[in-house]
């Protein structure tokens, strides 16, 4: 016979065997209530891990690089002499060689710049015997030789040490690579980079990466030397400073176990050395912060640092979502179990009569939860395989399903399985469990106040959050709607916009603008640097005569054929805008908007004729431009940003960027084959491309119309899961009160009457869920639109047709078993008195 230890513990196996055992019967006796509690548990923790999912690939930026802990974006904060601080990722060439010089806790520094004047560059192979590819590739970088030095990527070609030292070196991505070469090996072959990048030169590919760009804030897609292109060209100037030219990404590597912040306490002196005689001419200050690479992808207060940023509060309002929809099921749990523990209280009474303890009574209804919750489980990842693609859809994002089976996921999602079995058994199980053995046999835990309240206390609470977010679905709409239907200040429909990425389409510019101009449905053909919807990183600090540096203001600035700003429809307002029979005002004239007469106090009346003065670094001397029209103001950026101080200067050279094209008929795509044909008649080497410029403007909303779409789809999901627990409960509540609708049906009590006495509990619950779900959402909603310069206001209906439409589901969903008990037969329901 055993005895000691290992009896104790077969006893135990035997105890759980029995609980697990019990658990099944229980789950099959009860198939209805079964299915809802599996059935909504497994759609929470769906919810659950979907966004589980999403959060780990937002917060895992950059963690992979080999020195993570050690490396850091070199940033600035510019102090204004108002007092003003202007974050700026990106400093001076200079920095890099200096700051390596000067610290020894420097191992390696890099600096990366963005081709900020093309959004696209041509990328063209010509072979031996094989057809001329051409196509247009985003997201090219230049970067220092040392770049592979400091951050980590996994070579199948070539030699990531000395990948980039030749100048005319370049490195793509795998996917790039294919593009160009097909299944072929891409190293040492030749490529001609057009645009600013490469100048339309042969780079030889010295490299071949592991894209990275879904887990790096660097989603590049190629690596171009920095010594390259026109910065290249740039960077050979000799009168480079430490204030000017702020182009440039730097990161440090520092050596290991170096304290940053002791680190950061040496680089004000650094400023003082190098840059204070610049800053002081400049008229502002400057403090140098480190940022952990870790840290840039949630660092919101840019908006961009190589790639977009998102906000911590973002995944921290995904995460209450997905907690707030895995509590919504929770409750349904925990209502049912204890709603139909009735039916079990004469069981838990006699196990206790027996000598049955409340630890093995707290087990056997954890047991029961856990089976559920498990069942739930594998129910929940069969949905999460199936429904990933389109929850990939939804989130822009490209979460793959083998992710799924890395060992931390597997591991997160048994830890969130026996987290929500516990806490949706937890109630039922030590509640019933302390409850006196003739009290349970009674059924008084179940026609108890406390038991009756917290059931009810908790469909409040699913209400709450299922109307705060149908509230704020409500108003993430109304807001999105507001943006796409806001007059922007100039024509943004019907423009078709061409890129000019070589030396040779620049060149066509004016023979394809007659060409296009000779079209009837092409009412307008112009060029420019840069048009409303794209970044335009192009300004300069200005300031009225009399004043001094210290007293300038930002303004953007944008370089445009004499047409340009007619094509866009702009509304002049005083002066005149620019045009051909005005060749003279290339001499330092300007064509300004409201907000930059605002900025310096100048009157409309008196704004044309009106001079500015900005200082030239170059020439070490003040110069001063005329202003000569005023527009009115327009949105040259989304509606986040407030518009600004802006400046239009004339360019006669034809050498744009883009060509923007007003087509006067409202089928656009019947003009394309016309401008593609004598595209190709003039530049038959570059592939057409082209973009609708309301599109690439509408393309800014794309994280909020991301935020929409999610937010959206868990309001259906919550209240699908909430509709399911008040199903089970409207059901429990018609089966407790059969006698009492048969009594009253035999007295004469019509259907109406039934079914409004047993759904009118339900709907005061609703009501009560509607006036404190109101301020809250109200408090959280009104600090979302902050982020909007341009916003719309909540309104009191919102929460009525929040409340109208819960109040409705309620209704509809409860009056289906209201309605099944009252036309059930009263002679059934009290045979049995």
């Not at 190629?222 to 050979?236: D, N, P, T």
């Amino acid at each position: 016979m055993l005895t000691g230890p290992l009896q104790s513990l077969l006893e135990l196996l035997a105890m759980i065997r029995n609980y697990l055992k019990i658990a099944w019967r229980n789950v099959l006796k009860s198939k209805l209530f079964s299915a809802i509690n599996v059935f909504g548990l497994s759609v929470g923790m769906t919810c659950c891990m979907l966004l589980l999912l999403y959060i780990l690939s937002e917060v895992s930026f950059d963690r992979h690089q080999e020195y993570v802990n050690d490396i850091y974006l070199l940033r600035s904060e510019n102090v204004q002499p108002n007092g003003e601080v202007m974050d700026n990722p990106r400093g001076p060439a200079p920095y890099a060689q200096t700051v390596k010089a000067e610290f020894p806790e420097v191992v390696q520094v890099t600096r990366l710049w963005q081709n900020f004047m093309e959004d696209k560059t041509l990328l063209r192979v010509e072979e031996s015997g094989k057809a001329v590819k051409s196509f247009y590739e985003t997201k090219g970088t230049n970067v220092d030789s040392t770049f592979f030095d400091v951050f980590t990527y996994r070579f199948l070609e070539g030699d990531s040490r000395t990948a980039l030292n030749d100048p005319h070196s370049v490195v793509l991505s795998e996917e790039v690579a294919h593009k160009l070469f097909g299944n072929e090996p891409a190293l040492n072959k030749t490529i001609k980079i057009g645009g600013k990048t490469g100048n339309n030169e042969n780079f030889k590919v010295t490299g071949v990466y592991e894209d990275e760009s879904s887990r790096s804030h660097i989603d590049a897609r190629y690596f171009v030397s920095l010594k390259a292109g026109w910065i290249g060209e740039y960077l050979r100037q000799s009168n480079l400073d430490f204030t000017s030219n702020n182009m440039f990404y730097h990161y440090l590597r520092l050596r290991p176990g170096t304290d940053a912040a002791k680190f950061s306490k040496k680089l004000p002196g650094f400023i003082e050395k190098y840059a204070r005689k610049d800053l002081k001419a400049a008229g502002y200050d400057k403090k140098l912060v480190l940022l952990p690479v870790k840290d840039i992808h949630l660092f919101n207060k840019i908006d961009r640092i190589v790639s977009a940023t998102i906000s911590a509060t973002y995944l921290y309002v995904l995460a209450s979502i997905a907690l707030f929809t895995l509590l919504i099921a929770c409750i349904n749990f925990m209502n049912l179990a204890t709603a139909r523990s009735a039916k079990r209280a004469a069981e838990v009474g006699m196990r206790k009569v027996m000598g049955a303890g409340k630890s093995g009574l707290i087990g056997q209804f954890l047991g029961e939860s856990m089976v559920l919750t498990f069942i739930a489980l594998l129910v929940a990842v069969v949905f999460v395989v199936l429904f990933l693609p389109v929850f990939n859809q939804l989130s822009d994002k490209t979460l793959k399903v083998s992710t799924l089976f890395e060992p931390e996921i597997v591991l997160a999602f048994i830890a969130l399985a026996l987290v929500t079995g516990l806490l949706s058994g937890s109630y039922p199980a030590f509640y019933l469990s302390v409850y006196n053995p003739l009290d349970v046999i009674k059924g008084k835990f179940v026609n108890s106040v406390s038991a009756s309240t917290l059931r009810r206390g908790l469909v409040v609470f699913q209400f709450v959050i299922s109307i705060g977010l149908v509230v704020a679905t409500i108003v993430i709409q109304g807001q999105i709607k507001f943006m796409h239907e806001q007059p922007l200040g100039f024509n943004k429909d019907q423009q078709i916009v061409i890129p000019f990425r070589s030396k040779e389409s620049r060149e066509a510019y004016s023979a394809l603008r007659n060409e296009l101009l000779q079209n009837n449905q092409i009412s307008a053909a112009s060029g420019t640097s840069y048009y409303p919807g794209i970044l335009n990183p192009s300004d300069m600090s200005v300031y009225l005569p009399g004043q001094t540096v210290n007293e300038d203001g930002l303004v953007k600035t944008n370089w445009v054929a004499p047409d340009f700003m007619k094509t866009m429809g702009f509304e002049l307002k005083a002066g005149r805008m620019f045009s051909e029979e005005f060749p003279a005002d290339t001499n330092m004239r300007i064509v300004v908007n409201e907000a930059t007469l605002r900025k310096f106090g100048i009157p409309l009346e008196k704004a044309v004729g009106q001079r500015l003065n900005f200082d030239d670094r170059y020439d070490n001397v003040t110069k001063s431009i005329e202003i000569v029209g005023v527009v009115k103001d327009f949105h040259f950026q989304d509606l986040h940003q407030v518009i600004v101080p802006y400046a239009f200067f004339l360019n006669l050279d034809g050498n744009h960027n883009y060509i923007v094209a007003h087509v006067n008929t409202k089928d656009v795509t019947r003009v394309l084959p016309f401008i593609e044909s004598k595209w190709k008649s003039l530049v038959p080497d570059e592939p057409f491309t082209y973009s609708f410029l309301n599109e690439d403007f509408q393309r800014n909303y794309a994280a909020d119309a991301r935020t929409s779409r999610i937010v959206n789809s868990f309001t259906v999901i919550s209240i699908l899961i909430s509709c399911l627990g008040l199903f089970g409960l409207a059901a429990f509540a018609a089966q407790q009160r059969i006698k009492e609708i048969g009594v009253r049906k035999v007295l004469g009590a019509s259907v109406s009457s039934i079914v409004t006495l047993l759904s009118g509990d339900f709907i005061k619950l609703v009501i009560i869920s509607i006036i404190i779900a109101t301020p809250l959402t109200w408090y959280v909603m009104n600090k979302w639109l902050q982020d909007f310069a341009y916003k719309i206001s909540i309104q009191w209906w919102m929460f009525a047709a929040a409340g109208a439409l819960a109040v409705v589901i309620a209704l509809l969903t409860v009056s289906t078993q209201a309605i099944k008990a009252a036309i059930t037969n009263p002679v059934k329901s009290l045979k049995s008195e």
